[in-house]
């Protein structure tokens, strides 16, 4: 699959199809979206969105959630106020999330059975990461996105003056329904 990807990689550069994808890296609306990494909002989001190429800043992880004060996503909303112009941060989580209600057990479970090594998981339970929170998931997409939210309004290195607003996208239909 990844050769297939690749050769279309190569086409695409030869017939210089990236040229109507040109924008820069500053986003027009001064906007970014934490998101779903579901692949239903692949195409979806936008389109229902009306966004266009370089738009919006689109951050993506499972379940669109915070889930450390200043972990990954919170460094990268912090580059996109700080350093790339944003002034309005939107938490658009999705029905029919696949991080909804995941349990840590039994990724733990996949994980040995994919042939990591148990030693290797209490080593690092050793090392103080709790693996029931790190890789839980959540019972109701709507709090999801209201703690989220919260997390990022209450947030001591994001400026007051950053509106921030959280939906939840219908995933077959794109409609959004502010929390």
Not at 7 to 34: G, H
Not at 84 to 112: F, W
Not at 127 to 149: A, P, Q, R, Y
């Amino acid at each position: 699959m990844i050769d297939e990807i690749l050769e279309y990689n190569r086409v695409f550069v030869k017939n210089k199809l990236y040229e109507q994808y040109k924008t820069s890296k500053y986003p027009d609306k001064k906007i970014a979206i934490l998101t779903c990494m579901d692949t239903r909002l692949t195409e979806l989001l936008p389109a229902a969105l009306g966004l266009k190429n370089g738009d919006v800043k689109i951050i993506k992880n499972a379940g669109g959630v915070v889930s450390h004060m200043f972990g990954s996503v919170v460094r990268s909303l912090l580059v996109a106020v700080y350093e790339l112009g944003v002034e309005e941060i939107l938490v658009v989580g999705h029905t029919d999330c696949g991080v909804q209600c995941i349990n840590s057990e039994q990724m733990i479970e996949e994980m040995k059975q994919h042939g990591i090594d148990e030693d290797k998981i209490n080593l690092i339970r050793h090392c103080g990461v709790d693996f029931d929170s790190w890789l839980s998931g959540f019972d109701c997409v709507e709090e999801s996105v209201k703690e989220s939210v919260d997390t990022l309004i209450h947030h001591p290195l994001i400026p007051k003056d950053i509106k921030i607003s959280g939906y939840v996208m219908d995933s077959i239909t794109g409609e959004l329904i502010p929390q």
